[in-house]
């Protein structure tokens, strides 16, 4: 399973990972990216982006009233089942770019209280990347980059509102508990950048050497 060129681009919120699965397109056209981003979901799997709202708009809002954490881990699933899927169906000559793969709901599943799951044996018994990239960012920087918290959801901090501090917090877990997740995995980690394009270019350099 690991010979696949299967590789993971990891991060936390705001890090320029979707910004960098775009840039591939056009910089790396013999890759494949895998995302549950809206622009690249296939359009046979709209549902995956509308559960996705779903979980933003209906399930979080409510979360300890109508809605329990399990359930939100049960919706946050389809996603993943989702990515292992694409993998599945993917042609294993074709190298292939994956956004997040389980590991940053897993993290965040884990940060909404549940902190274990049976679910999550299932996904850590998934097929393995052959490394990791890992795109960096300071909390200070993609706290300016979600305008300061105004475009943040509730799965992005701690505490009711979008606030700095619980902000911080949170994506400081976030950043530990993802680089446990893929602790016995080749991580390369690339620093912040200044520009998409920068980020682009240090990821492309990771991935064709
Ligand atoms: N290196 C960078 N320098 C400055 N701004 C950036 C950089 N990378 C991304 N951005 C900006 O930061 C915002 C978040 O980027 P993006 O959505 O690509 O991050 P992400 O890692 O996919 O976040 P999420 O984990 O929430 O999906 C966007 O407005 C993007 O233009
Ligand atoms: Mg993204």
Redesign the pocket.
């Known amino acids: 399973m690991t010979d696949r060129c299967f590789f993971v681009l990891l991060?936390?919120?705001?890090?320029?990972?979707?910004?960098?699965m775009r840039e591939l397109a056009v910089r790396l056209p013999g890759w494949r990216a895998v995302s549950t981003d809206d622009g690249l979901v296939g359009s046979g799997h709209a549902l995956v982006t509308q559960l996705r709202r779903n979980v933003v708009r209906d399930v979080l809002p409510h979360l300890g009233t109508s809605y329990s954490t399990d359930f939100l881990v049960g919706l946050l699933q389809t996603a993943v089942i989702h990515l292992r899927d694409e993998l599945r169906r993917h042609d294993e000559d074709v190298p292939l770019l994956m956004?997040?793969y389980y590991y940053?709901i897993l993290a965040k599943c884990r940060l909404a209280g549940v902190q274990d799951h049976p679910m999550y044996g299932w996904w850590r018994s998934f097929p393995r990347p052959r490394a990791v990239v890992y795109?960096d960012v300071s909390p200070e920087s993609a706290w300016r980059?979600s305008g300061n918290g105004t475009r943040l959801n509730p799965l992005?901090y701690f505490g009711d509102r979008p606030e700095w501090l619980g902000f911080e917090s949170y994506q400081k877990s976030l950043r530990k508990l993802m680089l446990e997740e893929v602790r016995e995995l080749p991580v390369t980690i690339i620093e912040?950048?200044?520009?998409?394009t920068?980020?682009a270019d240090a990821v492309v350099e990771v991935l064709t050497p």
Not at 192 to 196: A, C, D, R
Request: hydrophobic share 20%; charged share 35%; aromatic share 0%.
């Open positions: 991060g936390p919120d705001g890090a320029g990972k979707s910004s960098v956004d997040s940053k795109l980059r992005e912040e950048q200044p520009s998409v920068r980020a």
